[in-house]
């Protein structure tokens, strides 16, 4: 099986990779994660994944085990390697930055603050 690898968005078949990167330096408030969102058609924001400044990182259950949220904080960048997409991940995807207090870093409104970068669709095929 071929496996197509891209980054940054686009479309891609079932089954292929993608890779996502954001740079977050322009956001000068104090952080402690960087995070992925994402927004199918006509459903509402979603989080994706959470990585705190520790180093811990989170998932959706619709994605663990398929995509691996990183960090490079030399160059302020997150990434996000989606592996075995599936078409229901298809969606506007968006990162985030910010400081949320607890464990919920899913939940938008329990950030102290949150920016978000520009989003970049994914769309995959069957």
């Known amino acids: 099986q071929v496996q197509l690898v891209k980054s940054g968005g686009g479309s891609v078949q079932a089954g292929g990779s993608l890779v996502l990167s954001c740079d977050v330096s322009?956001?000068?408030?104090?952080?402690?994660?960087m995070a992925w969102f994402r927004q199918p058609p006509g459903k509402e924001r979603e989080g994706v994944a959470a990585i705190y400044a520790s180093g811990v990182d989170f998932y959706s259950n619709s994605v663990q085990g398929r995509f691996t949220i990183s960090q490079d904080n030399a160059k302020n960048t997150v990434y996000l390697q989606m592996r075995s997409v599936k078409p229901e991940d298809t969606a506007m995807y968006y990162c985030?930055?910010?400081?949320?207090?607890?464990?919920?870093?899913?939940?938008?409104?329990?950030?102290?603050?949150?920016?978000w970068g520009q989003g970049t669709q994914v769309t995959v095929s069957s």
């Open positions: 322009r956001y000068s408030y104090s952080r402690n994660l």
């Open positions: 985030a930055t910010g400081f949320v207090g607890n464990d919920r870093w899913y939940d938008p409104r329990e950030y102290q603050h949150i920016n």
